[in-house]
């Protein structure tokens, strides 16, 4: 049977895995608030960079880190918190690497929704794929400008990548999966997504 609480579900992982992707596919069958950090924050932060005079797609440098990181996922979290407050489920997109690592964050955000584990549903969904070489052919596919620094600078990029981030919520293994997304996207692997979210 279908769990009816609401859903809190985040789509982590590195760039180029298909988070994005694997999370529209799932909005088709599943009415959500859609939040992809890159859209909540892009404009604002490309404006931003280039007023200092910094490249727009750059999201690997200090100032980035120091300045504007925090605020496109700050951002993103406020409405993510007015959408549960106001009984949405809601889709979070983005690889959240250091919230992930805060245990207290997603009970933070529960309870500032007036909500707890208890009334909301929190799953995890780490999409991942099985080697570097398919990331960085994902990345070379997707041709989007931001991806420039990481594929001129691959080889210190691939080194930091960690295809499954550390999850220190106190959340069961069971709210959490790892989805390998190499290879085509099919519906029976859609509907495994489906079936995990849905608590089938």
């Not at 579900?9 to 590195?14: A, I, K």
């Not at 993510?80 to 889709?91: D, K, P, R, T, W």
């Not at 995890?124 to 001129?152: C, F, G, N, P, S």
């Not at 210190?156 to 069971?174: G, L, T, Y």
Request: charged share 30%.
């Amino acid at each position: 049977m279908q769990n009816s609480k609401q859903k809190l579900v985040f789509f982590v992982g590195v760039a180029g895995t298909g988070k994005t992707t694997v999370a529209r596919k799932l909005a088709e069958r599943m009415q959500a608030a859609f939040l992809d950090r890159d859209t909540v924050g892009g404009r604002f932060v490309e404006k931003i960079l280039e007023m200092n005079g910094l490249d727009v797609n750059d999201r690997d440098s200090d100032f980035y880190k120091k300045h504007l990181r925090d605020l496109e996922y700050d951002t993103t979290k406020d409405i993510c918190i007015e959408n549960l407050a106001a009984g949405q489920s809601v889709f979070m997109i983005s690889p959240f690497t250091a919230e992930l690592k805060n245990r207290a964050w997603i009970d933070e955000v529960l309870a500032a929704a007036g909500k707890s584990r208890e009334t909301v549903d929190v799953k995890v969904i780490v999409v991942a794929l099985k080697d570097m070489e398919t990331q960085k052919e994902r990345i070379i596919e997707r041709q989007t400008e931001r991806d420039t620094w990481k594929l001129d600078h691959w080889d210190d990029f691939k080194h930091r990548v960690q295809f499954v981030p550390e999850i220190n919520w106190d959340i069961p293994a069971s709210s959490i999966l790892v989805f390998d997304n190499s290879g085509d996207l099919t519906e029976e692997k859609v509907d495994s997504v489906y079936r995990f979210v849905a608590g089938e």
